[in-house]
C-alpha cells in the first residue's frame, strides 16, 4: 500500500526528534567546542570556537575525574547487585504458588514507580547520623553509629543503595517473565537425569536467561549512568565532592556557574561512554552466541 | 516443606525490607511533632494527626505543584501515546519511501541520553519565551523514540492481511488508523501510556531547569526546594513524599496487568 499517509503519519514524532533530540544533541556536541560562559551570555559577540580545549580543560580537571570515578563507582557496584537481586527475587516468585505471585511482584516493584527525589527524603531518615533508624539498629546490637551521608565512603556505598532497592524491581519483573518461557520440560529431563537444583539453575536458568540479564545490564547501566537526584538530594554532591556524579557535576558547571562550554564537553563525555557500554554489551552478546 | 518455608520466609523478608522506606515515611507524615523529633521516630504514629499534610498542602501549596504535575503529565501522555502510536504503525505497516532511514534515526535517538540535552534546550525554549511555560515540559518528552520502537516492534507481529482487509473495503489511512490499528494496539498504548505517565509525574531535573518560577513547578522540583529550606521539619516532608509518592502507587496498584506488560515488551522488543 503506497500513499502520502506514511510520511503523514511518521511526520509529527520525527519533527519532535528532531527539534527536542536531533538539534539538541548537535547543539551540545557543537557548544563543547565553544567558550560559551557567562560573558558570552552577556554578549555573543565575545562567542569563539575553541576546538577541544573544553576537553583538555576537564582531563586536567580532579572534579571531572572524581565525577568519573564516582558514577563508575555506581554503575558497577550497584549494576550487578541490581541483577543479582533481579534474578533472585524473579527466580523465587517463579517457585512459589501462584496466588501469592503478584502481591510479593507489586511490593517489589513499588519503588520503580516512585519519585527519586520523594524516596531519597524517606532514605534520608533511615540514613540520618541521629535519629536515622538504620544507626538506632546498629546502637542497639552494640556496633558504633556511623555517618552514613558525612563519610565520603559511607555516602557513596548509601547512595548505591538506594540506587538499588530503587531499580531492582524492574528487573525481577522481566526476568519473571522470561523465567516463564523456559519450558518445564527442561527440568523435567534434568531432574530424570538426577541433576540437583544448583544443576538445574546453572545448566537450564541463567543460560538461557542469559540474553535478558543481557539487555537488563544495559539498560541499568544507562540508567544508573545518568544518576542524579539521589546525590542532588541526599548530599548535594558531598561529602568533598565523593558523590558528585557526572550529571551532577554538569548541572553544577552549567547552571550554578553558567560554563556552559565545559558542561556541554561534560554531556559529550556521558554521551560516548554510554555509547561504548552499548557496544561492548551487543559485543559480549554476539561472542556468547558465537562461543 | 522446608524449602517452602524458606522461599515464603526469606521472600517476606525482602518484601518487608524492600516497603520499608515507603511505609515509614508514610507513617512519619502522621505523627506528630514531638514524636519525630525525639531520637529516632516510632514505627507507628501513637497519635496519627492530618497536621503535617494540612501543613504541606496549605504553607507550601502542594495542591498548586500537584496540579502542575498532573496538567504536565497528562498532556505529555496523550501527546506522546498519539504520536507514537501513528509513527509506530506507519513504519511497522505502511509502505513508503524513506522509511527505513527514519526506523533508523529514531533508533539512534534512543541512544542519545535525554538529560545530556538539558543546556541547549534551555537555550531553544528561552529563545522562544517558553521557559516557565508548560510547553517547555511537554513537548521534548512527546519526543519519545523508545515508545516509537516498541509500538513498531509490536505492530509487526499484526497480519498485514488484517489492515489490506480494511482497506479493500474501501477504508482511508485515517480510518484505517482510528478503526482498525488503534483498538488493535490499545493493550499496547494503555501499557505506554501509564509507563510515560509515571516517567512524566517523577521527572525531575529538566522541570527543575525549565520552571525557574516557582509557581510552574511540578511536585518532585517543588519537593526538592520546599526541602532544601525545611529539611529539619521531618514530618512536613515526610507529608511532601508521601503526598507525591502515593498517586504513583495508587495508578501503579491500579494498571498493574498493562504497566508491566509494557515493562516486559520493553525488554523483549530487542
Not at chain 1, 568533598?240 to 561534560?266: E, H, K, P, Q
Not at chain 2, 507529608?239 to 496487568?257: C, D, E, H
Amino acid at each position: 500500500m503506497k500513499s502520502i499517509s506514511g510520511p503523514l503519519f511518521v511526520l509529527p514524532a520525527l519533527a519532535l526528534i528532531a527539534l527536542f533530540v536531533l538539534i539538541p544533541f548537535l547543539g551540545v556536541l557543537g557548544l563543547s567546542m565553544t567558550n560559551f560562559d557567562i560573558y558570552v551570555l552577556a554578549s555573543s559577540a565575545n562567542l569563539h570556537f575553541i576546538g577541544g580545549a573544553n576537553y583538555v580543560h576537564l582531563f586536567h580537571d580532579q572534579a571531572a575525574w572524581q565525577a568519573l570515578e564516582t558514577t563508575l563507582t555506581v554503575v558497577l557496584a550497584g549494576v550487578p547487585a541490581t541483577l543479582a537481586l533481579s534474578l533472585i527475587c524473579a527466580l523465587m516468585i517463579e517457585s512459589i504458588a501462584p496466588r501469592w505471585r503478584g502481591l510479593f511482584r507489586t511490593a517489589f516493584f513499588l519503588p520503580v514507580v516512585c519519585s527519586t527525589v520523594a524516596v531519597a527524603i524517606s532514605w534520608r531518615y533511615l540514613l540520618n547520623t541521629h535519629y536515622g533508624l538504620i544507626n538506632h539498629l546498629l546502637v542497639a546490637v552494640d556496633l558504633p553509629a556511623l555517618n552514613w551521608l558525612g563519610s565520603p565512603t559511607l555516602a557513596v556505598i548509601a547512595i548505591t543503595v538506594v540506587v538499588v532497592w530503587k531499580g531492582f524491581g524492574y528487573g525481577m519483573i522481566i526476568l519473571a517473565a522470561a523465567r516463564r518461557e523456559i519450558p518445564e520440560e527442561l527440568y523435567d529431563i534434568a531432574r530424570i537425569e538426577g541433576a540437583g537444583v544448583r544443576q538445574q539453575l546453572l545448566s537450564i536458568t541463567v543460560p538461557i536467561l542469559a540474553p535478558t540479564l543481557g539487555l537488563l545490564a544495559l539498560l541499568d547501566v544507562a540508567g544508573y549512568w545518568q544518576l542524579f537526584a539521589e546525590p542532588y538530594v541526599l548530599t548535594q554532591g558531598g561529602p568533598m565532592g565523593s558523590t558528585m556524579s557526572l550529571l551532577l557535576l554538569m548541572y553544577d558547571r552549567g547552571f550554578r556557574w553558567w560554563r556552559w562550554g565545559v558542561a556541554s564537553a561534560l554531556a559529550m563525555i556521558l554521551t560516548v561512554i554510554m555509547w561504548l557500554f552499548v557496544w561492548l554489551q551487543r559485543h559480549t552478546k554476539t561472542s556468547w552466541r558465537e562461543g | 516443606m522446608a524449602v517452602r518455608t524458606f522461599l515464603y520466609g526469606s521472600l517476606s523478608i525482602l518484601a518487608i525490607l524492600t516497603l520499608f522506606p515507603l511505609l515509614w515515611v508514610t507513617s512519619i507524615a502522621f505523627m506528630r511533632s514531638p514524636e519525630q523529633s525525639a531520637g529516632t521516630p516510632p514505627l507507628w504514629p501513637r497519635h496519627p494527626t492530618l497536621h503535617n499534610i494540612v501543613n504541606i498542602i496549605q504553607r507550601e501549596m502542594l495542591g498548586h505543584y500537584f496540579l502542575n504535575s498532573l496538567i504536565v503529565a497528562v498532556a505529555t501522555t496523550v501527546l506522546s501515546t498519539f504520536v507514537a502510536g501513528l509513527a509506530g504503525y506507519a513504519l511497522a505497516q505502511v509502505r513508503f519511501r524513506g522509511r527505513r532511514i527514519i526506523s533508523w534515526i529514531v533508533l539512534f535517538a534512543v541512544l542519545i541520553p535525554s538529560q545530556a540535552l538539558v543546556l541547549p534546550l534551555f537555550e531553544m525554549f528561552r529563545e522562544v519565551h517558553l521557559i516557565n511555560h508548560y510547553a517547555a515540559l511537554i513537548l521534548p518528552a512527546a519526543a519519545n523514540p523508545v515508545s516509537i520502537v516498541l509500538i513498531q516492534a509490536y505492530m509487526r507481529g499484526i497480519p498485514a492481511e488484517i489492515l489490506d482487509a480494511a482497506r479493500m473495503d474501501g477504508a482511508g489511512e485515517w480510518q484505517t488508523f482510528f478503526y482498525v490499528v488503534v483498538p488493535m494496539m490499545a493493550p499496547m498504548l494503555a501499557a505506554l501510556a501509564v509507563l510515560t505517565f509515571v516517567v512524566s509525574w517523577n521527572d525531575f531535573m529538566w522541570p527543575m531547569i525549565a520552571m525557574q518560577k516557582a509557581s510552574m513547578q511540578t511536585l518532585p522540583v517543588a519537593l526538592a526546594s520546599i526541602d532544601r529550606e525545611h529539611y529539619q521539619e521531618i514530618g512536613l516532608m515526610a507529608a511532601g513524599a508521601t503526598v507525591t509518592i502515593l498517586p504513583m502507587m495508587a495508578i501503579f496498584v491500579a494498571s498493574q496487568r498493562y504497566y508491566l506488560r509494557s515493562v516486559v515488551a520493553g525488554s523483549l522488543a530487542d
